[in-house]
T-cell receptor, first 112, second 116 residues
Framework: AQTVTQSQPEMSVQEAETVTLSCTYD???????LFWYKQPPSRQMILVIR??????QNATENRFSVNFQKAAKSFSLKISDSQLGDAAMYFC?????????FGKGTHLIIQP | EPEVTQTPSHQVTQMGQEVILRCVPI?????FYWYRQILGQKVEFLVS????????KSEIFDDQFSVERPDGSNFTLKIRSTKLEDSAMYFC??????????????FGPGTRLTVT
């Protein structure tokens, strides 16, 4: 079974600054997807960004980008120019042959 | 853009009662899922469903739970004899493809279940 580890229960960043959320995973599979989901106080799960394991290029979506290190099984999320609306729980998730596995989440606080 | 919908958004029930949580997956999707998130914890897989039968379930999904696709659009999760520890957010998801690595699951907004 896959495991996903988010070692930062909580992170805080000043508005307009950059923050990086870390995620590591453990798998023996070579073909898989990785996701970052945002969960605001409404508790809806919102897909932020996805990365295909077979792609070497790091995914980017506007202010959100990832640093995917396949050999190290690391998948960090960088949020640039942080905004108050970015405050939320962020979950890293692994999608492999056995389905979707989530990490425990990182609570991101944006300081005005 | 098509989306997964769930009703109700919040359900309050008394311990021992049965509840049915409803989901309408994206119309051309063939694979359906339920997940649970207890407050403050991570999202946990409950069950996946394809071709009118369960394809995979977790150890959380015991005899208290059942799923059904009663018609061409709805996908339901039934919880019999609810317990206090069933209080959680329940997410429905759907995908166009199977459970392989190239699948992408689209999540609904969730139903908050409160058991009193």
């Amino acid at each position: 079974a896959q495991t996903v580890t988010q070692s930062q229960p909580e992170m805080s960043v000043q508005e307009a600054e950059t923050v990086t959320l870390s995620c590591t995973y453990d798998t023996s599979e070579s073909d898989y997807y990785l996701f970052w989901y945002k969960q605001p106080p409404s508790r809806q799960m919102i897909l932020v960004i996805r990365q295909e394991a077979y792609k070497q290029q790091n995914a980017t979506e506007n202010r959100f980008s990832v640093n995917f290190q396949k050999a190290a099984k690391s998948f960090s999320l960088k949020i640039s120019d942080s905004q108050l609306g970015d405050a939320a729980m962020y979950f890293c998730a692994f999608q492999g042959a056995d389905g979707l596995t989530f990490g425990k989440g990182t609570h991101l606080i944006i300081q005005p | 853009e098509p989306e997964v919908t769930q009703t109700p958004s919040h359900q309050v029930t008394q311990m021992g009662q049965e509840v049915i949580l409803r989901c309408v997956p994206i119309s051309n999707h063939l694979y359906f899922y339920w997940y649970r998130q207890i407050l403050g914890q991570k999202v946990e897989f409950l069950v996946s469903f394809y071709n009118n039968e369960i394809s995979e379930k977790s150890e959380i999904f015991d005899d208290q739970f059942s799923v059904e696709r009663p018609d061409g659009s709805n996908f339901t999760l039934k919880i019999r004899s609810t317990k206090l520890e069933d209080s959680a957010m329940y997410f429905c998801a759907s995908s166009a493809y199977g459970e392989g690595a190239r699948n992408e699951q689209y999540f609904g907004p969730g139903t908050r279940l409160t058991v009193t």
